[in-house]
């Protein structure tokens, strides 16, 4: 076979699974690993893809997307060799694949979507024939989104149900009146389309390059 014909057989996913895979069996510090013990690398990892994104090249894109997929891959290893309910990486992408067919009847169904909001409809109400179960708007919300996130994302949930907290009136005195006032700016920020979280970080990046132009002095 030919240089040529081995590349185009190439499954570069197919060898990162199997990479995973040897990874697992042969060095002694993965081999402790749990589910538990990944989160707060799955957490960092997923930080600094966000990073990449908003102020990253298209080659730290690239690593980034790469270093979470390894944390799937890593969390579908270890599950492959539970002893009660394993499950593999295929597992999990046949499972992910039937969800977004589900989900996008306008694209593999008979349904119309033609604006956005269309789209929106559709995908909430397949989730929601997915999640009868649930007893509340906000089950499946994490809450170990960061805060801001999580504030912006609860006050969607929370209008589902006509619960609309109302603005401070005056400064904050305490804790609990800031954390009105941050709820405030945040229920501000979703009026407007704007992003809560990434203003911030946007705003931080900007005191970052404050502080290194200081320090340089």
């Known amino acids: 076979m030919t240089d040529h014909a081995r590349e185009s057989h190439r499954d570069p996913l197919r060898e990162a699974v199997e990479t995973m895979h040897a990874v697992r069996d042969r060095c002694v510090w993965t081999q402790q690993i749990d589910h538990a013990d990944l989160v707060p690398y799955l957490q960092e990892e997923a930080a600094e893809l966000v990073d990449a994104v908003e102020a990253g090249t298209r080659a730290d894109l690239k690593e980034e997307l790469g270093d979470l997929l390894w944390q799937v891959l890593f969390h579908a290893e270890i599950a492959s060799r539970d002893q009660t309910d394993p499950f593999d990486i295929d597992d999990v992408a046949a499972a992910l ?32 024939a997915e999640k ?16 801001l996130a999580l504030a912006q994302k609860m006050l969607g949930k929370a209008r589902q149900v006509g619960v609309a907290p109302e603005p401070p009136s005056t400064p904050p005195a305490d804790e609990a009146g800031l954390g009105d006032a941050m709820l ?34």
């Open 97 to 128: 694949a039937e969800k977004m067919v589900r989900r996008h009847p306008h694209v593999f169904g008979d349904a119309v979507a033609t604006t956005p909001e269309d789209v929106l409809v559709h995908w909430n109400a397949a989730k929601a």
């Open 132 to 147: 009868r179960t649930r007893t509340s708007v906000l089950d499946g919300v994490s809450m170990h989104m960061p805060s």
């Open 184 to 217: 405030a700016l945040v229920v501000r920020a979703r009026e407007e389309g704007w992003d809560a979280e990434r203003a911030l970080r946007q705003r931080l990046r900007t005191l970052a390059g404050e502080v290194r132009q200081a320090e340089s002095r």
